[in-house]
């Protein structure tokens, strides 16, 4: 069944209205006449059978029947990854939204080489992987900050799993020793992290360096093969 996130509140019987590209999206694309069903989440009041109850100019109305899921979150796992190339930038989004990241922020080293970020087109690819992959909530994707005041602001009590390609401990069993509990994950820009930025991260009291084997990966192959480890080590794929 198709599946939306919309941004206001879903109660029962009471009217949802997707925006308008969601409601040419029902009718035009998907053919949906009235009375015709869809599951609906906004991140907050869990999924939702509703129905099409009316179909105006200016867009589709939804009434709420029932809700056929209550909310829940995925365990605490955050992707830091340095701005790269855009469409890289855009498949690390895609992937963190199947594999589960709470949220994605993006960050500024020294050897970013900045492509110009579009977070409203991130934020869509965000909330249609989203949809798809029956998460009940969509990551955030925040503006790009730099290195040194992502660090100064780290919140107390929150891991950071450094994929180091010069070398760490192997990242499954360094993240099993290390265990559950708020992570984050942090990717490093095509260039690598400079020698001074490698220094301070490792010398960090909440950071756990890992290798991620042998080969040196792109940006998004480190990535969705840091967070697939992450999941299977302390995350919810063993649960
Ligand atoms: N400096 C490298 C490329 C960096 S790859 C070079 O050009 O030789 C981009 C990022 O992916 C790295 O900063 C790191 O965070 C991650 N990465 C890639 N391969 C890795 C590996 N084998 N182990 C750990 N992290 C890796």
Not at 29 to 47: A, P, T, W, Y
Not at 137 to 146: E, L, N
Not at 214 to 231: E, F, G, S, V
Request: proline fraction near 5%.
């Amino acid at each position: 069944m198709i599946r939306l996130h919309v941004k206001g509140d879903i109660k029962a019987a009471a009217p949802v209205a997707p925006t308008l590209d969601q409601s040419r999206y029902l009718t035009q694309v998907m053919r949906l006449k009235l009375g015709d069903e869809l599951l609906v989440f906004n991140g907050r009041d869990g999924e939702w059978r509703c129905t099409i109850a009316e179909v105006l100019k200016k867009g589709v109305i939804l009434r709420a029947e029932e809700q056929v899921r209550p909310q829940t979150l995925g365990p605490d796992l955050e992707l830091i990854v340095a701005v790269v190339k855009k469409a890289r930038v855009e498949t690390i989004v895609e992937k963190a939204a199947e594999l589960g990241a709470r949220r994605v922020r993006l960050v500024l080293t020294k050897r970013t080489n900045a492509d110009r970020i579009r977070l409203d087109r991130l934020d869509a690819i965000a909330e249609e992987a989203a949809e798809q992959t029956g998460r009940m909530d969509v990551p955030p994707v925040d503006d790009p900050i730099k290195l040194d005041a992502l660090l100064d602001g780290w919140e107390a009590g929150r891991r950071l799993m450094f994929c180091d390609e010069t070398g760490g401990a192997p990242a499954g069993s360094a993240l099993r020793e290390a265990g559950e509990g708020p992570w984050s994950i942090l990717i490093g820009p095509e260039g690598g992290f400079s020698p001074e930025e490698g220094e301070r991260l490792r010398s960090l009291p909440f950071t756990t360096a890992v290798s991620l084997g042998p080969r040196i990966l792109r940006a998004d192959t480190a990535a969705i093969a840091a967070m697939t480890l992450w999941q299977a080590a302390v995350g919810d794929w063993e649960r």
